[in-house]
T-cell receptor, first 114, second 116 residues
């Protein structure tokens, strides 16, 4: 079985500062890893995903994440926070791409301080 | 890109009635669809997985007679909440995967169900 741990249910950063959202996973097989963003009363939007290949993954809106197998981590970063980044962020893991269920972390609420 | 449409976005129903939520993949054939439930300020809880033409596989603790899932075509899955009660009030979200481009886990915009 796979699982995801998101450290920090709430993260606050100043506008223009680095955003770092932490995600650690557990999986008995090579994982597929995802980061999603959710705005209030909306569905989930994919920010980026790791399937195979390059371990540094670039996504939308300036976000990126690095798959580190030795640390079982997939932390999400953005060099400079924008007010529009304020939202809930979910890390997720799956053992197969598309036909296997996604297991989500508990989410991190990102607040941007003006 | 992959687009999943979920309808309705909001619904209010009386206790004891049934509500149907639709999830459509607009530009790809969804061989697998997932239904999630999300409580306020919490993560997503998988309710069931459905493959086109097959019975849905429900997660442990989810009442399959209460939450009826149908995936009769490659572009449409429905979730029917039968005999709804206030405790069924929640945010329900679908996700679809499939198509020749290998689209994975495209989410609908969610349905806010309120049972009064």
């Amino acid at each position: 079985a796979q699982s995801v741990t998101q450290l920090g249910s709430h993260v606050s950063v100043s506008e223009g500062a680095l955003v770092l959202l932490r995600c650690n996973y557990s999986s008995s097989v090579p994982p597929y890893l995802f980061w999603y963003v959710q705005y209030p009363n909306q569905g989930l939007q994919l920010l980026l995903k790791y399937t195979t290949g390059a371990t540094l993954v670039k996504g939308i809106n300036g976000f990126e994440a690095e798959f580190k197998k030795s640390e079982t981590s997939f932390h999400l970063t953005k060099p400079s926070a924008h007010m529009s980044d304020a939202a809930e962020y979910f890390c997720a893991v799956s053992v197969g791409f598309g036909n296997e269920k996604l297991t989500f972390g508990t989410g991190t609420r990102l607040t941007i301080i003006p | 890109g992959a687009v999943v449409s979920q309808h309705p976005s909001r619904v209010i129903c009386k206790s004891g009635t049934s509500v149907k939520i639709e999830c459509r993949s607009l530009d790809f054939q969804a061989t697998t669809m997932f239904w999630y439930r999300q409580f306020p300020k919490q993560s997503l809880m998988l309710m069931a997985t459905s493959n086109e033409g097959s019975k849905a596989t429900y997660e442990q603790g989810v009442e399959k007679d209460k939450f009826l899932i149908n995936h009769a075509s490659l572009t449409l899955s429905t979730l029917t909440v039968t005999s709804a009660h206030p405790e069924d009030s929640s945010f329900y979200i679908c996700s679809a995967s499939g198509g020749p481009m290998g689209y994975g886990y495209t989410f609908g915009s969610g349905t806010r169900l309120t049972v009064v």
